[in-house]
């Protein structure tokens, strides 16, 4: 949880300074308002002082004045300083916002939950397909309860086939369309959740993590309308 909001309390810095960089040379105290909002919520976070990085009397025009206006250059130079120390301390970057993004697109709620934490941490992303195919691999078994002692490979072969006679998970009519989704199940088990469960993968990045999420949250819901065969 600490590292959504250091990683929110990012994306709301850039904002800010993309915005007051378009003003004039005074702005509203709104600005600094928000600044300090930010500013306290990294604080509560106590994974640092962050002290430094306090707004003072110099940015300030006329501070006594409850409407007072603030130095748009000096404010945005403490700004800037926050979130330079923010991506070479704490490894923030202008791609937390597209990240986030991308994570708020995934739909399955039990997914998320698996792969929320594990997103929000610094490094390890190979966990994060772990769980994410786990999840793919107990929704079949919920499906097809008889299977509850299989996994992998076995389980995706015994659940889904290319062929439609002989599938117990039919995701279309259309045998071209069946085959396809029976590779792309295999393809997942055989390609990341096979390595993901016998050896450490260091080179996963959040970026991929996040990918291979949203793809097998898309195969998920693609579960969830499947029809069941009888045996």
């Not at 709104?30 to 002290?51: G, H, P, Q, V």
């Not at 791609?95 to 399955?108: A, C, H």
Request: proline share 2%; hydrophobic share 40%.
């Amino acid at each position: 949880m600490s590292r959504r909001i250091l990683e929110g309390s990012y994306a709301r810095l850039v904002a800010l300074r993309d915005t007051t960089v378009l003003l004039n040379q005074f702005i509203a105290r709104d600005f600094s308002d928000d600044y300090r909002t930010i500013l306290e919520a990294l604080k509560n976070l106590k994974i640092d002082d962050f002290a430094d990085f306090e707004l003072t009397s110099g940015v300030f025009r006329g501070h006594s004045d409850p409407q007072y206006q603030v130095w748009r250059d000096v404010f945005l130079s403490k700004v800037r300083q926050l979130i330079s120390y923010l991506e070479m301390v704490h490894h923030a970057s202008s791609r937390i916002v597209e990240i986030g993004s991308t994570y708020n697109l995934i739909k399955d709620p039990e997914l998320k939950s698996r792969c929320s934490d594990l997103l929000s941490a610094s490094e390890h992303f190979d966990r994060v397909i772990n769980q994410a195919t786990q999840v793919l691999e107990e929704r079949m078994r919920r499906k097809l309860p008889e299977f509850s002692g299989d996994i992998g490979l076995v389980l995706v072969g015994k659940a889904i086939n290319g062929e439609l006679s002989k599938t117990r998970i039919k995701f279309s009519d259309n045998p071209s369309e069946q085959d396809g989704f029976a590779s792309i199940f295999r393809g997942l088990i055989g390609a990341f959740r096979n390595p993901s469960h016998h050896r450490f993968i260091e080179s996963v990045t959040r970026e991929q993590a996040l990918q291979i999420c949203g793809f097998i949250d898309n195969m998920l819901a693609a579960l969830e309308t499947a029809e069941i065969v009888s045996a």
